[in-house]
Antibody
């Protein structure tokens, strides 16, 4: 059974940094793309970042480009979102998701088939 | 980036009703559209991928259609657990794979 468990959220001051973790089980990160999606309070879904199964390809939304990075620890089968220069508008629930595809080869069926429960990030002084 | 709009932004319906909602893309995305359901306080769940393919485990009362720039999600015979927000997403070309703003389905 696929499980995704996020951690690392919390309160951080503007300009600060935070690292979110997504511990995956039931599959290997090497075979699937991993995505972060966020949702500001009372708002819709915003696509944040992705890393391909091989780890060679990373993608970021315009609002976080240059501030957020991703990494993986294959020994722990865990995916990380490193958030720097945080702003009030980064306040949101951050969800980790597993794509059906790997983003190394495109199948036409790319879609977020499994999601974690989310972790709340609050940026405030 | 490709922009998605959804209509209506909200609708009211009764248990047993059939409802259809629309997602429009700012450019052609072929059939690379997915639909998600989000119940209050919960993570989104995938319902439909590649415009019309039903995700495993999703009830058959959900169906999707469309291509190019116009897509639909239909729920036949609404059930109490279907009252939620529905988001479309495009997965055309390369990321970012943007989401639409959502359609909220609530009880009449």
């Amino acid at each position: 059974e696929v499980q995704l468990v996020e951690s690392g959220g919390g309160l951080v001051q503007p300009g600060g940094s935070l690292r979110l973790a997504c511990a995956a089980s039931g599959f290997s990160l090497t075979h699937y793309a991993m995505i972060w999606v966020r949702q500001a309070p009372g708002k819709g879904l915003e696509w944040v970042s992705a890393v391909s199964g091989s780890g060679e390809n990373t993608y970021f939304g315009d609002s976080v480009k240059g501030r957020f990075t991703v990494s993986r620890d294959m020994s722990k089968n865990t995916h990380y979102l490193h958030m720097n220069s945080l702003r009030a508008e980064d306040t949101a629930i951050y969800y980790c998701a597993k794509d059906r595809g790997n983003y190394d080869l495109w199948s036409g069926s790319e879609s977020l088939e499994s999601w974690g429960q989310g972790t709340l990030v609050t940026v405030s002084s | 980036d490709i922009q998605l709009t959804q209509s209506p932004s909200s609708l009211s319906a009764s248990v047993g009703d059939s409802v259809t909602m629309t997602c429009r893309a700012s450019q052609s995305v072929s059939t690379y559209v997915n639909w998600y359901q989000q119940r209050p306080g919960k993570a989104p769940q995938l319902l439909i991928y590649a415009a019309s393919r039903l995700q495993s485990g999703v009830p058959s009362r959900f169906s999707g259609g469309g291509s190019e720039t116009h897509f639909t999600l239909t729920i036949s015979s609404l059930q109490p657990e279907d009252f939620a927000i529905y988001f479309c997403q495009q997965s055309y070309s390369t990321p970012p794979f943007t989401f639409g703003p959502g359609t909220k389905v609530d009880i009449k």
